[in-house]
Nanobody, 119 residues
């Protein structure tokens, strides 16, 4: 049973930083891409960033490029998302997801962690 558990969300002032964590368990993730998505109130869920476990390839949405860094710790089976220079528009529930690289889809999702940015 694959489990993804996010943590690290909270209330932050604009301009601050946060590091979100996603602890993955239930299988070996070497063939998986891990992603972060977010959903703001009244909006559709959107892609933020992704990384592969083995090749270190990472991708970022244009809206966050330069402010966000995705990384992973294979020994801890954990993926991180660091967000700098937070803006009120970054307020959203952030979700961790996992999917086989070969399928290009995300099959597993965490419950999400709330990030709120005050102006």
């Amino acid at each position: 049973q694959v489990q993804l558990v996010e943590s690290g969300g909270g209330l932050v002032q604009a301009g601050g930083s946060l590091r979100l964590s996603c602890a993955a368990s239930g299988r070996t993730f070497s063939a998986y891409r891990m992603g972060w998505f977010r959903q703001a109130p009244g909006k559709e869920r959107e892609f933020v960033a992704s990384i592969t476990w083995s090749s270190l390839r990472s991708d970022y949405a244009d809206s966050v490029r330069g402010r966000v860094t995705i990384s992973r710790d294979n020994a801890r089976n954990t993926v991180y998302l660091e967000i700098d220079s937070l803006k009120p528009e970054d307020t959203a529930v952030y979700y961790c997801a996992a999917g086989l690289i070969i399928t290009g889809k995300y099959n597993y999702w965490g419950q999400g962690t709330q990030v709120s940015v005050s102006s």
